[in-house]
Antibody, heavy 121, light 108 residues
Framework: QVQLQESGPRLVKPSQTLSLTCTVS??????????WDWIRHHPGKGLEWIGY???????YYNPSLESRVSISVDTSKNQFSLRLTSVAAADTAVYYC?????????????WGPGTLVTVSS | EMVLTQSPGTLSLSPGERATLSCRAS???????LAWYQQKRGQAPRLLIFGASSRATGIPDRFSGSGSGTDFTLTIRRLEPEDFAVYYC?????????FGQGTKLEIK
């Protein structure tokens, strides 16, 4: 069974870049028909989809974040990563890396435990 | 962007009772591409239902989903103590994917 684990700095200063990595274990992110996503959960608010990457390198981002976000993949390490530039307090959230099924039902079937990233000086 | 509105915000019930959670979309959900997730405190969400009514692997049959178009329902019959959590609906029929704000199911 695939497992995902987020890692990266928990505290980021305003205007700087948030960087997180997701390590996938229990399976290769190049096998099967999956996409690899980032989703965040603002404290006391709802869930927000950030974007996804396919192991081929193709990406798709939420238009609300597209100007600041990039997702990359390192298949040799079985990892994918998130970069979010010019962060502000509103970017404080729990960030999840998630596996998204391909095909018709593009649902999120495996989640990392999540990591709280705080934006503060 | 499609807005999903869940109601009620909080639902207080006792174990053994039936829970009915609602999710209303601001526009038709293409092909009823709607999912439900359960999130317990301190844990990541877990997929329960996809395609509006199909249970995910390992989900007990007391969970059922229904609806189409703009109105969807998650029903939990005979609540178990472990069912008290927050439930989110999510649509994947149009971009960007969006979630409802959640319904908290608490013990009465």
């Amino acid at each position: 069974q695939v497992q995902l684990q987020e890692s990266g700095p928990r505290l980021v200063k305003p205007s700087q870049t948030l960087s997180l990595t997701c390590t996938v274990s229990g399976g290769s992110l190049t096998t099967g028909h999956y996409y690899w996503d980032w989703i965040r959960h603002h404290p006391g608010k709802g869930l927000e989809w950030i974007g996804y990457i396919h192991h081929s390198g193709s990406t798709y981002y939420n238009p609300s974040l597209e100007s600041r976000v990039s997702i990359s993949v390192d298949t040799s390490k079985n990892q994918f990563s998130l970069r979010l530039t010019s962060v502000a307090a509103a970017d404080t959230a729990v960030y999840y890396c998630v596996r998204e099924r391909g095909g018709f039902d593009r649902v999120f079937d495996s989640w990392g435990p999540g990591t709280l990233v705080t934006v503060s000086s | 962007e499609m807005v999903l509105t869940q109601s009620p915000g909080t639902l207080s019930l006792s174990p053994g009772e039936r829970a009915t959670l609602s999710c209303r979309a601001s526009q038709n959900v293409f092909s009823n591409y709607l999912a439900w997730y359960q999130q317990k405190r301190g844990q990541a969400p877990r997929l329960l239902i996809f395609g509006a009514s199909s249970r995910a692997t390992g989900i007990p049959d007391r969970f059922s989903g229904s609806g189409s178009g703009t109105d969807f329902t998650l029903t939990i019959r005979r609540l178990e103590p472990e069912d008290f959590a927050v439930y989110y609906c999510q649509q994947y029929g149009s971009s960007p994917y969006t979630f409802g704000q959640g319904t908290k199911l608490e013990i009465k």
